[in-house]
């Protein structure tokens, strides 16, 4: 039995990650930023009532980061897999990311959220990492992030958090190797979610169960990759 820590775990990918892995009797620590409003995983929380832990935890505030350490560090010994999911697709209401009209602020958020937060959970948490035989840091990326596979405009700030944060994964990859803890970089498909969209070609149970055996089977040999679902390499 596996202890899996999953950002944003509210909706979307991170919900169903939460729901997959508690199926199959695994223990979850579902992190979100409003567990009073997180309705999916208050009813998850009723089926799994020993396996599922609901902890509040904004990504981007210290504090949130310090205080779940704190909490989970008393109740865990260690942790497995690390699930670095919460994402946004942009920091600016109406979601432009164009030229002509790109503001910074939009840029701080985004980066905040999809590069610079995994890496700071990844450090916060890897005491608790340490403490597993065969540890895990799973950072869910985009196909948006391949600088090779680019071929339209727009989206600056999200194809831009996403290829620098293939690149954290990378470095935190060497730094991790001698610890003998494996990170990935993982492009989950286009699948419906709010992020998603309805138009999206995936339904979500797939994915993440690829995703979850890909992340089994993954080795030392496969870490600082970025992987489709499937485990074949993405171009960079
Ligand atoms: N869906 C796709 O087609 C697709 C494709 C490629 C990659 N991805 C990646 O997959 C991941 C999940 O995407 P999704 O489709 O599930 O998106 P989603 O449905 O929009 O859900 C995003 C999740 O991230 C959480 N979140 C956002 N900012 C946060 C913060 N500061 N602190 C903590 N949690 C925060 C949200 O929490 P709240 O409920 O509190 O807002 C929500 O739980 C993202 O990293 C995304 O880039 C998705």
């Not at 892995?21 to 223990?27: F, K, N, S, V």
């Not at 009813?43 to 505030?61: E, R």
């Not at 958020?109 to 990844?122: D, E, G, H, Q, R």
Request: charged letters at 25%; proline letters at 3%; one cysteine or more.
């Amino acid at each position: 039995m596996k202890k899996i820590f999953i950002t944003g775990a509210s909706r979307g990918l991170g919900l169903e990650f939460s729901k997959q892995y508690l199926e199959r009797g695994d223990t979850v620590i579902a992190s979100c930023r409003n567990p009073e409003k997180a309705e999916a995983l208050k009813d998850l929380k009723s089926i799994f009532p020993d396996n599922l832990t609901i902890v509040q935890l904004d990504v981007v505030d210290e504090q949130s980061r310090n205080d779940v350490f704190t909490n989970i560090e008393k109740e865990f010994d260690a942790i497995d897999i690390l699930i670095n999911n919460a994402g946004i697709i942009s920091g600016n209401e109406s979601e432009s990311s164009v030229l002509g009209e790109i503001y910074k602020e939009d840029f701080r958020k985004v980066f905040s959220v999809n590069t610079i937060a995994p890496l700071l959970m990844s450090e916060k948490l890897l005491p608790l990492l340490e403490k597993s035989s065969n540890a895990k840091i799973v950072n869910i990326s985009s196909q948006n992030g391949s600088i090779a596979l680019r071929s339209v405009g727009g989206k600056y700030s999200y194809a831009a958090s996403k290829a620098a944060l293939n690149m954290v994964t990378k470095v935190l990859s060497n730094d991790l190797k001698d610890k003998g803890i494996i990170t990935l970089a993982i492009h989950p498909g286009w699948i419906k979610t709010d992020m998603g969209g309805s138009n999206a070609p995936l339904e979500i149970e797939e994915p993440i169960s690829q995703i979850i055996s890909l992340t089994d089977k993954s080795s030392l040999n496969e870490s600082g990759k970025f992987l489709d679902r499937e485990g074949k390499e993405v171009p960079w």
